[in-house]
């Protein structure tokens, strides 16, 4: 028998999700496929399709895991720090925060914990009273030891025995690292524009005509050209579907903030602020601050949006150019058709409040790999990959959509037209059976929402945005209390503990000779 051909495999766009998928294809296949990733000029400056910080879910060490890099390889090369939760400020009132942290929920008599703190919390934070992490938060501790080994002792069923974490990470750099690591083990790149896209009779794509190197010829084309859509949405005409009913926001603008990170300190979340027409991303990575404004234009002008975001930095913003932009929120209605896969924005995005695309890079990549190698071999494999994609690019506009129905400020007409946005009808029918009883992932209460999110996940926003009536089980009340008070206090002890323990982010990173 003989032996085929290895898969031609195109790539279109670099930044984070072409050389993600590009190495993570040949971590896979190595050189039984052969991979040319084409980068504009504008794609290799480009850090992403918002500011050029990434803040990922906490399963994103797992790509690193399958590249065979360690955290010391290329941690510092991205100027990347540990994130333990996000902490939401200012959306319930003024002053008032909340973590979202990535630890699960333990639980006491069958019900969560989430649920004892309902019926009979032991303070007004729930986020102190249920994870161990807030008080990690709040304190900026490290999730790792002097000597790098990772928390442990933690106990409880559904907490296993290491504090979970993710990552913030300049975006620019983790792609310049990628590109390396991946020519390294033979992906062709070519620096070049596409200018046309030409099909066959079937309505395929044939092969990609580029202004400096000609035709260039595939068997499988991956789209990571964007919110551009360039193969996907342009050439295959795979209509767009918007979230702009459901989620209220159209605009950014964004800033990269050196900072001296001794003196503040390298917070181990990332914070999102609401503002009077939207919220502020604040993300620390090792040298620097990475902010941005999400904001809806009908309330705001990009001048006063830029205007609110320099004055919340402060003085370190004076002489930064500021980044404005415009954003496609929603999805593509296929991310694969015929021998075309969109990864990364091209094929769907949610505003960055708790979504992270990096991530939902790395869900597409391993589900890509699943379904290798193509269209017209495996058609009930890539009707599996489309339905995998659109489920959690859904999942997360309903939770993002949570956040604002939720949010208790309606101190200007932005926060008071939020509550009239359009619910998706699944998330609705949620909202009401949450009204009966929180999410808890034993019962109804939302699915585990593709990378990162889960039942914990919804009920941290439940709670800690406050608009919304919530009440324990009825059988919460008649169930015995002492297994949830043992829990409650073993939450305390373990934080306190961690906290005497574990270095502040900034020690960690000092002591590995990061900081510059």
Same mark, same amino acid.
């Given at each position: 028998?003989?032996?085929?051909?290895?898969?031609?495999?195109?790539?279109?766009?670099?930044?984070?999700?072409?050389?993600?998928?590009?190495?993570?294809?040949?971590?896979?296949?190595?050189?039984?496929?052969?991979?040319?990733?084409?980068?504009?000029?504008?794609?290799?400056?480009?850090?992403?399709?918002?500011?050029?910080?990434?803040?990922?879910?906490?399963?994103?060490?797992?790509?690193?895991?399958?590249?065979?890099?360690?955290?010391?390889?290329?941690?510092?090369?991205?100027?990347?720090?540990?994130?333990?939760?996000?902490?939401?400020?200012?959306?319930?009132?003024?002053?008032?925060?909340?973590?979202?942290?990535?630890?699960?929920?333990?639980?006491?008599?069958?019900?969560?914990?989430?649920?004892?703190?309902?019926?009979?919390?032991?303070?007004?934070?729930?986020?102190?009273?249920?994870?161990?992490?807030?008080?990690?938060?709040?304190?900026?501790?490290?999730?790792?030891?002097?000597?790098?080994?990772?928390?442990?002792?933690?106990?409880?069923?559904?907490?296993?025995?290491?504090?979970?974490?993710?990552?913030?990470?300049?975006?620019?750099?983790?792609?310049?690292?990628?590109?390396?690591?991946?020519?390294?083990?033979?992906?062709?790149?070519?620096?070049?524009?596409?200018?046309?896209?030409?099909?066959?009779?079937?309505?395929?794509?044939?092969?990609?005509?580029?202004?400096?190197?000609?035709?260039?010829?595939?068997?499988?084309?991956?789209?990571?050209?964007?919110?551009?859509? !360039? !193969?996907?949405?342009?050439?295959?005409?795979?209509?767009?579907?918007?979230?702009?009913?459901?989620?209220?926001?159209?605009?950014?603008?964004?800033?990269?903030?050196?900072?001296?990170?001794?003196?503040?300190?390298?917070?181990?979340?990332?914070?999102?602020?609401?503002?009077?027409?939207?919220?502020?991303?604040?993300?620390?990575?090792?040298?620097?601050?990475?902010?941005?404004?999400?904001?809806?234009?009908?309330?705001?002008?990009?001048?006063?949006?830029?205007?609110? !975001?320099?004055?919340?930095?402060?003085?370190?913003?004076?002489?930064?150019?500021?980044?404005?932009?415009?954003?496609?929120?929603?999805?593509?209605?296929?991310?694969?058709?015929?021998?075309?896969?969109?990864?990364?924005?091209?094929?769907?995005?949610?505003?960055?409040?708790?979504?992270?695309?990096?991530?939902?890079?790395?869900?597409?990549?391993?589900?890509?790999?699943?379904?290798?190698?193509?269209?017209?071999?495996?058609?009930?494999?890539?009707?599996?990959?489309?339905?995998?994609?659109?489920?959690?690019?859904?999942?997360?506009?309903?939770?993002?959509?949570?956040?604002?129905?939720?949010?208790?400020?309606?101190?200007?007409?932005?926060?008071?037209?939020?509550?009239?946005?359009?619910?998706?009808?699944?998330?609705?029918?949620?909202?009401?059976?949450?009204?009966?009883?929180?999410?808890?992932?034993?019962?109804?209460?939302?699915?585990?929402?593709?990378?990162?999110?889960?039942?914990?996940?919804?009920?941290?926003?439940?709670?800690?945005?406050?608009?919304?009536?919530?009440?324990?089980?009825?059988?919460?009340?008649?169930?015995?209390?002492?297994?949830?008070?043992?829990?409650?206090?073993?939450?305390?002890?373990?934080?306190?503990?961690?906290?005497?323990?574990?270095?502040?982010?900034?020690?960690?990173?000092?002591?590995?000779?990061?900081?510059?």
């Amino acid at each position: 028998m003989g032996t085929r051909n290895p898969e031609n495999v195109v790539i279109v766009g670099g930044g984070v999700a072409g050389w993600m998928t590009a190495s993570y294809l040949k971590a896979a296949f190595s050189d039984r496929i052969s991979i040319t990733l084409i980068e504009s000029g504008s794609d290799a400056a480009a850090a992403g399709p918002l500011s050029g910080d990434e803040t990922t879910f906490s399963d994103f060490g797992r790509f690193f895991d399958f590249l065979g890099l360690a955290e010391e390889d290329w941690m510092p090369a991205c100027n990347a720090a540990y994130k333990l939760a996000v902490r939401v400020q200012d959306w319930n009132r003024p002053g008032q925060h909340f973590y979202h942290p990535f630890e699960q929920t333990r639980s006491a008599g069958g019900f969560p914990l989430t649920e004892w703190w309902l019926h009979n919390g032991p303070s007004g934070r729930f986020d102190r009273d249920c994870f161990v992490v807030a008080s990690l938060c709040d304190a900026g501790r490290s999730p790792r030891h002097l000597d790098g080994s990772p928390t442990d002792g933690l106990r409880g069923e559904a907490v296993g025995g290491q504090l979970p974490y993710a990552y913030h990470l300049d975006a620019a750099l983790l792609a310049e690292y990628l590109g390396d690591h991946a020519r390294g083990r033979g992906v062709r790149c070519l620096t070049d524009e596409v200018a046309e896209v030409r099909l066959d009779e079937r309505g395929w794509i044939s092969h990609l005509v580029t202004r400096e190197h000609g035709e260039v010829h595939g068997d499988l084309f991956v789209d990571c050209t964007g919110f551009q859509g !360039l !193969l996907i949405n342009r050439a295959l005409r795979v209509p767009f579907v918007s979230y702009q009913g459901a989620l209220p926001n159209d605009s950014v603008v964004a800033l990269q903030v050196p900072a001296d990170m001794r003196a503040r300190g390298i917070a181990p979340y990332t914070t999102a602020t609401a503002r009077s027409a939207g919220w502020i991303w604040t993300i620390p990575l090792v040298s620097r601050l990475g902010t941005g404004y999400v904001y809806a234009r009908d309330y705001c002008s990009p001048e006063e949006a830029e205007r609110t !975001l320099r004055a919340v930095v402060g003085p370190e913003a004076a002489e930064v150019a500021a980044s404005h932009g415009t954003l496609r929120v929603g999805r593509s209605r296929q991310a694969w058709k015929n021998n075309c896969v969109a990864v990364g924005a091209s094929a769907g995005f949610v505003e960055p409040l708790a979504c992270s695309e990096a991530s939902f890079v790395h869900h597409a990549v391993a589900e890509l790999v699943r379904s290798f190698p193509g269209a017209d071999r495996q058609p009930e494999a890539v009707a599996a990959f489309n339905a995998s994609v659109a489920r959690v690019t859904d999942d997360a506009r309903d939770f993002l959509a949570l956040h604002y129905q939720g949010a208790a400020r309606e101190d200007s007409q932005y926060w008071r037209d939020t509550k009239t946005q359009t619910l998706p009808r699944a998330l609705a029918e949620r909202i009401e059976r949450w009204r009966a009883r929180m999410p808890d992932a034993g019962a109804d209460g939302g699915p585990a929402a593709g990378p990162g999110l889960t039942p914990d996940s919804y009920a941290c926003i439940l709670l800690g945005t406050g608009a919304m009536p919530l009440r324990p089980s009825p059988a919460v009340s008649l169930a015995d209390d002492e297994a949830a008070r043992r829990q409650f206090a073993e939450v305390r002890d373990t934080a306190r503990a961690l906290v005497d323990t574990l270095p502040s982010q900034y020690e960690y990173f000092a002591q590995m000779g990061v900081p510059a």
